[in-house]
């Protein structure tokens, strides 16, 4: 506790770095996964097709996928934000397009009834009813970059691993506490939000 109280600025500055790359991926992950869930959403072959690209870059472990981003944009910020972006799109965009694929059909079909065009329908009916699902897609991939973004360090990214990782070279065990324990209290504070959030959603349209 010594350390933190002497050391405020530093954490105050990792923690603004750390939340700075989350956001910035999160909200291009976002933006790319509406575009993508909506055109997968009716089409099978397109909603499989993007499952399968989206979930091999899911799987290459952080190291690797920030290593070979080493050769196109060098170490920095926008390595990191570009691999957690790749990160966040199977999970986000398949809630999209499941979001949207569970409207019920009659109240679409209610909608077109009424004159809406088809733009109309999802802006007005779809998009609204799969907000639920949606933002439990972004609360699982909220928590899934907070958490991994600590890895950056490695990258020169900064955020809270620069933390953890000078207190492991350093064998100072209060940075490392420190880094860790910032990470996990926003993670936890992410997901209690978007849980509220997603609650609140759900009590909306089932009411």
Known sequence: MSWLARNWDLVGIALYEHVVIALTALAIATAI??????????????????????????????????????PLVGLGRTNVIIAMIAFSLVIMTRNVATG???????????????????????VRIELPLALPVIVAG????????????????????????????????????????TGALTACALAVVADLALTRLEHTLQRRRTG
Request: no cysteine.
């Open 33 to 70: 996964s509406l575009a993508l869930g909506v055109w997968a959403a009716r089409r099978p072959r397109v909603f499989a097709a993007t499952l399968a690209v989206t979930g091999a870059l899911y799987t290459i472990p952080t190291l690797a996928f920030l290593a070979l981003l080493i």
């Open 100 to 122: 949207i694929r569970d409207v019920p059909a009659d109240i679409v079909e209610a909608a077109k009834g009424m004159g809406m065009s088809a733009r109309q329908v999802l």
């Open 138 to 177: 972004l609360r699982i991939a909220t928590v899934t970059v907070i958490s991994v973004t600590t890895v950056g360090a490695y990258v020169n990214a900064g955020g809270l691993g620069t933390l953890i990782f000078n207190g492991i070279a350093t064998d100072h065990a209060p940075k490392i506490w």
